[in-house]
């Protein structure tokens, strides 16, 4: 059963649908979690994209992100609601920037990304609390994001 706040969410409005990447953040445990999964595929569709491809796709996703949760908290009526995981989308793409191939090296960006999202060490927790609006949903997750791809990265080095 949906939670009432997300009534005004609909999924056959793009923006909503996108917002709640594609029903995922409608979980009802760990939405963001799902949120992350939901990324997965998406993640395996451009993976072999050049460098410049992959970061153009990354930004366009990001400054929609901005409108898309916008949308989305406008609808709900209060900032940041779990079911919005747009940001976790592309805070995993963020993550998983120029990681080895294979099934193994997403786990391991899955783990670290969902780590930094929900432990939110500083410098994450200063924006996560004072940058609001579709900029700040998106930005905790794209600095969690860059913080994760630098653990991955690290591990691609010395494993």
């Avoid at 990001?62 to 709900?76: E, L, M, S």
């Avoid at 793409?93 to 500083?122: E, N, Y």
């Avoid at 927790?125 to 998106?138: A, E, K, N, Q, T």
């Amino acid at each position: 059963m949906r939670k009432p706040e997300l009534a005004n969410l609909k999924l056959s409005n793009p923006l909503h649908l996108l917002a709640l990447g594609f029903g995922s953040g409608l979980s009802p445990v760990m939405p963001g979690t799902m949120g992350t999964l939901a990324a997965i595929p998406l993640y395996w569709l451009i993976q072999g994209l050049s460098p410049a491809w992959y970061l153009l796709i990354l930004l366009l996703g990001f400054i929609a992100g901005i409108w898309i949760c916008n949308a989305a908290t406008r609808a709900i009526g209060r900032h940041d609601h779990g079911a919005i995981v747009w940001d976790e989308i592309i805070g995993y793409g963020i993550t998983m920037f120029a990681a080895p191939a294979g099934l193994g090296w997403m786990v391991v960006g899955f783990v670290l990304f969902r780590f930094f999202d929900i432990i939110k060490p500083w410098p994450i927790s200063w924006f996560d609390r004072r940058v609001h609006g579709g900029f700040g949903i998106m930005l905790d997750d794209v600095i969690a994001g860059v913080f994760a791809l630098a653990c991955l990265q690290l591990l691609v080095l010395y494993w």
